[in-house]
């Protein structure tokens, strides 16, 4: 799920319940292989963080440029977002500075407001995050943020860099339906914790890791806009956990991004987890619009 600065925000579901995810798990520091992935920090006015009176709270999520100043996230990562979706900025170093952000119990419990001007001010003023502009598919709806997925943020400056990802065509992944083998493996690419329940370990470091497809059906049923791929070792090399949202999945060995994770079912990172599809027709034709 999109991960709460400081705060796991997981607690209080059900350990079988779905909710927006991942970050990468038993994998491998990724350096400089994806330099077009990115984190994302956040803002959003309505949401709950207990240690103040006063709502507003602190996210972060993955995602990947498509050119240079386009970023690929989850519809989650991008909803909801302060002051007209700017209050969103981005970093693509290997491990982002968050040492410029004063600590979170430096400020009184009704002092939510303070702490915003402060962070802004901070991320505003560092060479290290590029502010940006944030929107959600337009059919996203909270209570059913699986059917539409989907993010981009637009970049007030240019990230410039000699690749950029690509998104699959329309239909990519249906060869995989009847097509699987050893070497049919995808890598996903994110920031966030690298265990989940009830250890949370690790976090904001630049994660990769080798997946298998498990189904083109989707967790509960959701066939046509979500795919699993393994997160459990065994059934591959890794995968995902909580605090990655958007991150993106590539074809192994290629820059084409077939999916953003979108989210987990099971809390021990275990399990194969949902991924939103973005060869689908209405992911292109979101994603076409901010290209």
């Known amino acids: 799920m999109r991960r709460i600065m400081t705060l796991i925000a997981v607690a209080v579901l059900a350990l079988t319940?779905?909710?927006?995810?991942?970050?990468?798990t038993d994998g491998s520091p990724d350096g400089d292989v994806h330099p077009m992935v990115g984190q994302l920090l956040f803002y959003v006015p309505d949401e709950i963080d207990d240690r103040f009176t006063d709502p507003g709270a602190w996210f972060t999520c993955s995602g990947t440029l498509l050119d240079e100043d386009t970023l690929?996230?989850?519809g989650h990562c991008a909803f909801g977002i302060g002051h007209g979706g700017t209050d969103v900025w981005v970093s693509f170093s290997e491990e982002p500075d968050f040492s410029i952000l004063p600590s979170s119990l430096s400020f009184a419990p009704d002092g939510n407001d303070?702490?915003?001007?402060?962070?802004?001010t901070e991320l505003n003023g560092s060479s290290d995050w590029t502010r940006g502009d944030a929107v959600a598919h337009p059919d996203y709806a909270e209570e059913t943020f699986v059917l539409a997925d989907v993010?981009?943020?637009?970049?007030?400056?240019?990230?410039v860099l000699d690749e950029y990802a690509t998104v699959a065509d329309e239909?990519?992944?249906e060869?995989?339906?009847?097509?699987?083998?050893?070497?049919?493996r995808f890598t996903?690419?994110?920031?966030?914790l690298e265990s989940g329940f009830p250890r949370f370990d690790g976090g904001d470091t630049r994660m990769q890791a080798t997946m298998k497809l498990v189904s083109l059906n989707g967790a509960y049923g959701l066939g046509g806009v979500s795919v699993t791929f393994s997160s459990n070792p065994g059934r591959g090399q890794g995968g995902?956990?909580?605090g990655d949202s958007g991150g993106p999945v590539f074809e192994a060995g290629t820059t084409t991004v077939v999916a953003v994770t979108s989210f987990g079912i099971s809390f021990n990172c275990v399990e194969p987890g949902g991924y939103y599809r973005v060869d689908t027709e209405p992911a292109q034709d979101f994603i076409v619009d901010y290209l």
């Open 17 to 24: 319940m779905a909710s927006p995810a991942s970050a990468i």
């Open 72 to 74: 690929l996230t989850a």
């Open 114 to 120: 303070d702490r915003y001007l402060a962070w802004s």
């Open 151 to 159: 993010g981009i943020v637009t970049l007030d400056e240019d990230f």
């Open 171 to 173: 239909g990519y992944l």
């Open 175 to 184: 060869q995989f339906a009847t097509r699987r083998g050893p070497d049919q």
């Open 188 to 192: 996903a690419v994110g920031y966030g």
């Open 240 to 242: 995902t956990c909580f």
